[in-house]
């Protein structure tokens, strides 16, 4: 039931485990959901108790311990062997003075890591400050050491089999940015609308169901067009504004991420000239891709084309993306953006996001992108842009 | 912009410091994005960046510092006067070397709290191993103090106004549980149902727009109904299995959750048993809540009760419920378990869940109630019974 064959978790273990070597770990804890799933396939919403996946650097299997009442779950949904699996009793979710941490050091002593050197993912959201310190009390000799992102990092470059169901995610995406810019319109409540972007998320293709992206819809309208994480509203679309549409399909928590922008009337010079300027600067940034360019060439040829144009955006313009929970989709790893020397590989895949906000309003516009041997290949097809409505 | 008026937010300001002069902190370091909301109305997807408000002891405004993509969204959202509102650069988001606690720090530091009492919600999703440390390490001459859950408990007694909204979600949850009800069928894909489901959720009611709820739908059918969390696949329902459907209606991030259960085809008279079992356990819960009750009470009555039909749970029956956003839409404070001698006051509000998961099937009933001045009101109304269809 795990969303890849076997083979696929042998070589991510593989590759795991060589940088773990590097780093001179004998142990990593993983507690980043998103990690515990490329590792092992578990997938559960069971990440709001404390959870690991721990991963011993020997040719052994991985062992995932968390609640209980989630063991089931990790018996249907991993490839590990039943007694790999340990589940805590429901005593230590959310006591005033049991930690589940307690538990998952006592395995560790038990597996003999005691004196050991563990790594951690330091700055997961999954693992926080009090995580740590029940660790360092309850494992006083051995090592603890921050492995944040170790993972991320072996995840950032996409296998062909990840790539597919990225492939699959972005036939949903399509889907959903079509039922999107058709059902923004003068007078419809937001929420409405979210409603029907969601159900369309969800539903996938008949082919791909869908599940939920680690980001809600963004829903950008009227005033709210200008600040990029707003909540949708109750209230309704209004003529002469702009709603800016930044979605996702998500297919087995694989995202493939779109933003396109519609003008409710007839729009005003300014904007127009915005759009151009985002789908030139898009193709600028799009045409450095290839192995070997380095994450801050594609912010560069951006910044230097619109900057003709009379534009500047002060935030990053994109991001590594695939396999996430909420509350957000991408890697955390290497980012579109100056100073970033991140050397782009095939299979990288990215969400390159040109967000625009400005005063009181804005236009996004965006894509998922793979590395290819030679450039770049964009995962979904959408008309690149300003839709204009009645 | 805010979904109170100011002087709800006065109000919870002055509890929240009430508790922070018994624990003799300067100032409050909240990081929870529930928390965050609760006290200043802050509304916004940012926090998968590490964003705070920050409360000082003294009778003034907190501040709200984030990123400053998201300031704007503080100035929409907020009751904050505008001058509270710090963004930092772009640069400090998922930077090898910057960290955002860095600017917190500073803003502390600026704010005079450089050997202040802090406190930090040491165990909040939000709050990472790794802001701990570079606070600690920005701050040296500061005492840090672990206040988890300081916020949640103030939030744990619900506003009037608060329970209003609560009963505009219940509003939603009822509409929507009919919906799902309906939906659930021999032969249609479990997404499709979620598709569906999440469309009434977001929808809501005509008065009442709605959110998406902190806990996607749970959709648990057929080898899953045993799974608790498990995710909803492309596979078909199938005829003489249990559909578990726990789900909630959300507005303004507030909850009222409800879980049911739909048999396809005849059921057993095993299913029936647990059913019958289960509604009888519940009544005999709710039987015992009135002010002073303690939460273990509650627990009590109904292990007692299934007891003598011959079942049992290994798990905690219920939790504190209220504004939340994802992975979790419980309070994090009260639970309805052995031992936990909680007082129960009105207008406390509690998620009644009882997820009876066996071997290969499962039953789920629950309720959300708020603990009245006399005994419990049940906030949405959908039959107490065994869904049987088809």
Redesign the interface.
Known sequence: MAAFPGDEYERRLERTRARMAESGLDVLLVTDPANMNYLTGY??????VPQAVVLPLGNEPPHWVGR???A??AR??TVLPHDRIHGY???Y??HPVK?PMQYVAELLADLGYGRGRIG?E????????????VLARELPEARLQ?A?LLVNWVRTVKSPREIEVMRQAARIVERVMRVAIETVEVGR????A???I???????TEE?????PA??P?ILSG??A?????????RPFLPDTATCLELSGCRHRYHCAMSRTVWLGMPPDHVRRLADATAEGMEAALSVVEPGALCQDVERAWRETIGRRGFSK???IG?SIGLN????W?D??A?L???DTTVMEPNMTFHLML?M?MEGWGFELSDTFRVTESGYELLADVPRQLFVKG
Do not use: K
């Not at 997938?43 to 709001?48: E, M, R, V």
């Not at 791909?208 to 939920?212: D, H, L, S, T």
């Not at 929970?325 to 957000?328: T, V």
């Open positions: 997938d559960a919403w069971s990440f709001y209980a009442m989630d089931e779950s249907l949904t009793a429901d005593d979710v959310e930690h951690y330091g700055d997961a959201y999954s693992f926080t400050a009090r995580n740590l310190q921050d944040y409540r937001e929420c409405d979210a409603a029907v969601s159900e369309a998320q969800i539903r996938g791909f169901g869908g599940q939920v980001n809600p963004a005033d709210n200008g600040t990029p994480h707003a909540a949708w509203s109750d002060p935030s990053r991001y929970y909420p509350p957000n991408a955390h790893t980012s953006r100056e100073g967000g906000w």
